[in-house]
Structure formats: structure tokens, C-alpha cells
T-cell receptor, first 114, second 114 residues
């Protein structure tokens, strides 16, 4: 069973629309949470991460994510997308109990039309 | 420039012909890992290495071997490749031995096994 779930396989938006990509995980205990982005033909890059503290984290390029522990969720948001945000987005989790193991969701392909 | 390098970037081979994909990082990172990316499945961890002395299996280790003889290198070995190992492979490294911080990814190796 997939332990990190990304609910949207493909999202299509127009420029300036708001974005929210869902991510849920099924682990209890301590987790470190990440969102990575993969632009066409490129390797993965870190957008943002959550380890502890303020559950609302800000990343690069205007992205932010909110950790809601009670919902096991770490949704990614951006108020106004741009054509250059077209990419595949991956949620990833490391559990405190199994260091070294990084679990990825299946990814969400975002297409932004100009 | 701080980076993770992989070679080759593209490889077409035939079933059963042993191959090695090299991975090297110049950031003095403790942790290194291999992933494969398949459409609709996201990234799945093959093997990881917490440090030079510790290597362990990820989610999909079957058919792969790794070696961590020195800190900077972490080659992926396919002793007898099969068509189901056709995939996009990424190597990654992280400064901490648990890999629980950001992971830095290489450019990827696209492998086709005929």
C-alpha cells in the first residue's frame, strides 16, 4: 500500500490561479516532510521542508505548505501560479523510526497554461 | 560547484549484460541513496548508505547491488539486467547520516534494457 498519497495525478490551471496539492501520509510518530519539484528534463529540487516548529513553512518561488498533524497531511499551496511552475511535484516523508528511508508519493503533474 | 554526478546519463543495453552506473558527490556528504522513477509510481528507493560502513535495502532492491568503498562514490550495479529494470535512475546525497535533511539529486540516468 502506498504510504504517501498524492491525490491529484494531473492538475491543469491557468496562470494566476491558486494551487493546492494534497499530500497525506500514513505514519505515526516523528516525521520530516518534504516537497520536491522536477521541471521537465531536470532532476529533483527541494521546494520546502518541515522538521518541527511552525507548521506553516515557506519555500522557494512563493510556495508554502501546511503540516496538519491530526490529518497526517502536508499540502502544498501557491496563491498565483505561473507558466514556469509547470512541473511534477513530489511529496516525500522520512520517519524518525527508520532513518535513511525516504518515501515518495507518486507525484502530481502540474500544467499551467499561459 | 557542489553537485552529484552520474554516469552515464543514457544507456541502452541488452538483457543479462552486467552494467554499473556511477554516482559521485563532492559535498563530503555522509548519506547516499539510489532511486528509480517510473511513470505513475513516483520515486522508489533501491538502496541507501548511511555512511561508508552502513548500506541497506530500500523498497525495491531486487536485481541491484551497491558498493560504498569511499565516501564520495556510490555505484549501482546491475549484475544481470532485465527489461523490467528499464527506468530513470537518480542518485542522491545528504549531509547527515540519517538522510533526514534535504537530499541533493543527480541529473539522472535513463536506462533501457532490451
Amino acid at each position: 500500500a502506498q504510504s504517501v498519497s498524492q491525490h491529484n495525478h494531473h492538475v491543469i490551471l491557468s496562470e494566476a490561479a491558486s494551487l493546492e496539492l494534497g499530500c497525506n501520509y500514513s505514519y505515526g510518530g516523528t516525521v520530516n516532510l518534504f516537497w520536491y519539484v522536477q521541471y521537465p528534463g531536470q532532476h529533483l529540487q527541494l521546494l520546502l521542508k518541515y522538521f518541527s516548529g511552525d507548521p506553516l513553512v515557506k519555500g522557494i518561488k512563493g510556495f508554502e505548505a501546511e503540516f496538519i498533524k491530526s490529518k497526517f497531511s502536508f499540502n502544498l499551496r501557491k496563491p498565483s501560479v505561473q507558466w514556469s511552475d509547470t512541473a511534477e511535484y513530489f511529496c516525500a516523508v522520512i520517519r524518525g523510526s527508520t532513518l535513511g528511508r525516504l518515501y515518495f508519493g507518486r507525484g502530481t503533474q502540474l500544467t499551467v497554461w499561459p | 560547484e557542489a553537485q552529484v554526478t552520474q554516469n552515464p546519463r543514457y544507456l541502452i543495453t541488452v538483457t543479462g549484460k552486467k552494467l554499473t552506473v556511477t554516482c559521485s558527490q563532492n559535498m563530503n556528504h555522509e548519506y547516499m541513496s539510489w532511486y528509480r522513477q517510473d511513470p505513475g509510481l513516483g520515486l522508489r528507493q533501491i538502496y541507501y548508505s548511511m555512511n561508508v560502513e552502513v548500506t541497506d535495502k530500500g523498497d525495491v532492491p531486487e536485481g541491484y547491488k551497491v558498493s560504498r568503498k569511499e565516501k564520495r562514490n556510490f555505484p549501482l550495479i546491475l549484475e544481470s539486467p532485465s527489461p523490467n529494470q528499464t527506468s530513470l535512475y537518480f542518485c542522491a546525497s545528504s549531509p547527515t547520516s540519517g538522510g533526514y535533511n534535504e537530499q541533493f539529486f543527480g541529473p539522472g540516468t535513463r536506462l533501457t534494457v532490451l
